[in-house]
Structure formats: structure tokens, C-alpha cells
Nanobody
Framework: QVQLVESGGGLVQAGGSLRLSCEAS????????MGWFRQAPGKEREFVAA????????YYAGSVKGRFTISRDNAKNTVLLRMNSLKPEDTAVYYC??????????????????WGQGTQVTVSS
């Protein structure tokens, strides 16, 4: 069992930055690949970024590539999402997710085993 708690969301102006954090409890965090997804009002949940259990591979949605960076610290059971050059269309609830082992399809939310409660990110124009 893995419990995930996100933090770091908030209100920021367009062009600004935020850093989201996801802290995992439970054993064997280093055996889980981690992902970030987001859901805007009235829209389906969409993939943002993912990182392999070792941290050696990262994956990004086209809409955030070059602006967002995912990283992990297995010693601290934490995965981070650094978001730069934020746009109003980045406004959403951001969710952290964990998938046991390697990712076969990083952008497929059905492949993740555990989810956090989400943190709100609002980008004003």
C-alpha cells in the first residue's frame, strides 16, 4: 500500500513558476514509477509527466515539454514537478500517481495503482 500526498499548488501569474511535491508513505517507494496528471474543470484527466522507478527515464506531455521538469528523491520518498513559464491553460487540479515497477505506457492513467488527492494550480492571465 502506498499513500500519496501532494503539496505546493497555489495561485500564480502567467509566466510564473511553481514546484509541486508528492510525498509517498509506505515501503519500497523506489520500486514505483511515478506520474503527474491534471484535470481542468469540465475536462478529462490528462497526463503531464512521469519518471521511472530509477529516475533514469522521464516522459512529458507535448504541452508541457520544455517548461516542466519531473524528478524524484528515493531517499526522501518524494517526487517533484517543477513548473516554469506557466500559462492559464495549465490551471487544473494536479494529481500524483504511483505505478509498481516499470511503465509500459506512461500516459495511460489506468496503469497507475495509487493516486493522491490532488493539489490545485491556478494560473491567472
Amino acid at each position: 500500500q502506498v499513500q500519496l500526498v501532494e503539496s505546493g499548488g497555489g495561485l500564480v501569474q502567467a509566466g510564473g513558476s511553481l514546484r509541486l511535491s508528492c510525498e509517498a508513505s509506505g515501503r519500497a517507494f523506489s520500486t514505483y514509477s511515478m506520474g503527474w496528471f491534471r484535470q481542468a474543470p469540465g475536462k478529462e484527466r490528462e497526463f503531464v509527466a512521469a519518471i521511472s522507478w530509477s529516475g533514469g527515464s522521464t516522459y512529458y506531455a507535448g504541452s508541457v515539454k520544455g517548461r516542466f521538469t519531473i524528478s524524484r528523491d528515493n531517499a526522501k520518498n518524494t517526487v517533484l514537478l517543477r513548473m516554469n513559464s506557466l500559462k492559464p491553460e495549465d490551471t487544473a487540479v494536479y494529481y500524483c500517481a504511483a505505478a509498481y515497477g516499470s511503465l509500459t505506457a506512461a500516459d495511460y492513467d489506468g496503469g497507475y495503482d495509487y493516486w493522491g488527492q490532488g493539489t490545485q494550480v491556478t494560473v491567472s492571465s
